[in-house]
T-cell receptor, first 115, second 116 residues
Framework: DSGVTQTPKHLITATGQRVTLRCSPR?????VYWYQQSLDQGLQFLIQYYNGEERAKGNILERFSAQQFPDLHSELNLSSLELGDSALYFC??????????????FGEGSWLTVV | AQSVTQLDSHVSVSEGTPVLLRCNYS??????LFWYVQHPNKGLQLLLKYTSAATLVKGINGFEAEFKKSETSFHLTKPSAHMSDAAEYFC??????????????FGQGTILTVHP
């Protein structure tokens, strides 16, 4: 158990809909990362938050947004869903912003299926 | 810029035989390197990490990796495979400078199959 908690574990929704994925980082970790894992793209970095502020942005679509709240949990909002958005979405956390030696701990992921 | 190449998409071994999963990296600075394992329907679990200390790194479950700067490699090994090692393994580089500072770059993954 990494200490990173993601909900829901599985989600099935229709095209055009909007969903919210939730992440609770390890206790004391200030950074939260979101990744998307799909069969054709592999693991793709979406976005990072550090202590409530956006720190880095990766290949995140404009239809997607995220935020980190004062209690450090984070939400990833996916809207106008398309079939291609079906993937496993990982949340990860680390103690600080981007210190290279810091380990990043991953949650078990949220499986999103868009039908 | 940085990149990671896992040289084998699939590796198949028999139980009790050695495991070698190959990883080459490219980075403008001395990066940190990690191996993660993902079991089916599970999250990514850290196996081991290299952060510029000893070049031979020991991880969990009997895995080791050796950082070879001259070869820009970070291959993962285990002397004797166990059935429970069957999973997908990711080599990851974390940048230490420039525009890649702190950024994680994942390899495409190697699926390890262990036969009885």
């Amino acid at each position: 158990d990494s200490g990173v908690t993601q909900t829901p574990k599985h989600l099935i929704t229709a095209t055009g809909q909007r969903v919210t994925l939730r992440c609770s980082p390890r206790s004391g970790d200030l950074s939260v990362y979101w990744y998307q894992q799909s069969l054709d793209q592999g693991l793709q970095f979406l976005i990072q938050y550090y202590n409530g502020e956006e720190r880095a942005k990766g290949n995140i679509l404009e239809r997607f947004s995220a935020q980190q709240f004062p209690d450090l949990h984070s939400e990833l909002n996916l809207s106008s869903l398309e079939l291609g958005d079906s993937a496993l979405y990982f949340c990860a956390s680390s103690p600080r912003g981007g210190t290279p030696g810091n380990t990043i701990y991953f949650g078990e992921g949220s499986w999103l299926t868009v039908v | 810029a940085q990149s990671v190449t896992q040289l084998d998409s699939h590796v198949s071994v028999s139980e009790g035989t050695p495991v070698l999963l190959r990883c080459n990296y490219s980075s403008s600075y001395s990066p940190s390197l990690f191996w993660y394992v993902q079991h089916p329907n599970k999250g990514l679990q850290l196996l081991l990490k290299y952060t510029s200390a000893a070049t031979l790194v020991k991880g969990i479950n009997g895995f080791e990796a050796e950082f070879k700067k001259s070869e820009t490699s970070f291959h993962l090994t285990k002397p004797s495979a166990h059935m429970s090692d069957a999973a997908e393994y990711f080599c990851v580089v974390r940048g230490a400078g420039g525009t890649s500072y702190g950024k994680l770059t994942f390899g495409q993954g190697t699926i390890l199959t262990v036969h009885p």
